[in-house]
């Protein structure tokens, strides 16, 4: 499953934010270190559910036509300049981040907090400060376990059979960190490794957390976030968001106050005599901020990660390629995350091992035609695979 981390200082509403998004139960104060363990919890993806331009019927696993792809969410808790260094709560925060494919910084966009999370008068502090302290932490913690292991590697790479950039992969392998991930940051710092001096293996690390753990900033608090601020940081597209926003709408939502799926642009309220007089005006404050970034945000950071970023697409496997259905009738039951690039043989095996192993050939539902085995799959292809295996 796709995992993203939600990291930054202390006291920027990255656990609003996640409970936003996940529905969970996590603390939320106006105080650093809000949250001590990493929270861990099931976010989703949005997408159009093909049962809707096939007109297919009968597809449960949609709502109103949109399907919502679980991915893994992490709420790391708040990270303090120098935490590489054991600073505040430490390299336990820095340690959440290693399973994470992407990191979304979310920065106060607001400005009501200090560099270490304190509350400030709101618009004195510059969130574009948040996006360097973040960087450079990841950075020096992932340089730090390289330089403990560094004499080591070079001894070893006296050998001619030694592999620096495996060698270093394996050091690194807890962090998935992986080996092709090293050789492009390498190529891309135009150096050998086995005779980098210090400077340039703290370059090759900046790199190489680049392609290893993608970095997306989002705008948290935009909705209390003062005109100069928003625009400031639209010029550096970055992306606002509002964590209490979202929570708010979802939560209203399951009280069946109003009609809202997450990542929508608006919502409805179907009997607006069922409002408080303080909910219809929380609620009229949220729809106007929504009208200005088209949504609150939240869906929309994690469909950018996922989609755009990490460049995943959403493939459904049938068994009937006429009823798009399984065995036992249900019309298009998964939906799966997979990279670009992927082929028929690797859907399989995302399947099941076996089905993998026995697989024979594959069937392009829409087009009710068989692909290649080493076709490149597209985003919302239906697939029929054909194996020994049952």
């Known amino acids: 499953m796709v995992t993203l981390a939600l990291a930054g200082k202390p006291n ?3 656990s609003t934010f996640y409970k936003a998004a996940t529905m969970a139960h996590a603390e939320v104060g106006n105080y ?14 949005r997408t159009a559910c093909p049962c809707t331009t096939l007109k297919v019927l009968g597809c449960t696993a949609c709502q109103d036509g949109i399907r919502y792809i679980p991915i893994d969410l992490i709420d790391v808790a708040g990270l303090v300049p120098d935490a590489h260094t054991g600073k505040g709560l430490g390299n336990q925060f820095l340690d959440n981040i290693r399973l994470a494919d992407a990191v979304i910084d979310i920065i106060d966009a607001s400005g009501s907090t200090d560099i270490e999370g304190n509350p400030i008068d709101p618009g ?24 403990k292991h560094w004499g080591k590697l070079q001894r070893q790479a ?16 807890g962090l998935s960190i992986r080996s092709e991930q090293i050789t492009d940051a390498e190529r891309e710092c135009n150096i050998s490794l086995k005779l980098a001096t210090s400077e340039e293996l703290l370059r090759f690390t900046e790199i190489l957390i680049t392609h290893a753990k993608p970095i997306i900033i989002a705008g948290n608090k935009a909705d209390v976030a003062n005109q100069e601020l928003r625009e400031k940081l639209v010029s550096k597209n970055i992306m606002l968001t509002s964590g209490e926003a979202e929570f708010a709408l979802r939560s209203a939502t399951a009280a ?13 309220i179907p009997h607006p005599d069922a409002l408080s007089a303080p909910q219809k005006g929380a609620l009229v404050k949220i729809e106007q901020f929504m009208q200005e970034i088209s949504g609150t945000g939240v869906q929309q950071a994690l469909n950018h990660v996922v989609y755009d970023v990490l460049n995943y697409i959403v493939l459904y496997p049938v068994e009937d390629e006429h009823k798009f259905c399984d065995g036992q009738g249900r019309v298009l039951p998964d939906a799966f995350l997979m990279k670009q690039g992927t082929t028929p043989r690797d859907l399989a095996y995302r399947v099941h091992t076996d089905i ?34 049952k």
């Open 12 to 14: 920027c509403g990255k």
């Open 32 to 45: 650093p270190f809000t949250t001590i363990d990493a929270n861990r919890g099931v976010a989703y993806v």
């Open 124 to 147: 004195t502090s510059d969130p574009l400060e948040e996006i360097t302290m973040l960087k450079t932490e990841l950075v020096m913690w992932v340089y730090g376990i390289i330089e």
């Open 158 to 173: 006296q050998q001619k059979s030694f592999s620096m950039t495996l060698g270093l992969a394996d050091i690194l392998a």
């Open 256 to 268: 069946g106050l109003i009609t809202y799926h997450a990542g929508d642009t608006t919502f409805s």
């Open 356 to 389: 993998g192993n026995g697989f024979l050939y594959a069937v392009d539902a829409k087009k009710n035609m068989r692909i290649k085995e080493q076709s490149e799959l597209k985003n919302g292809d239906i697939i029929k695979i054909v194996s020994t295996a």
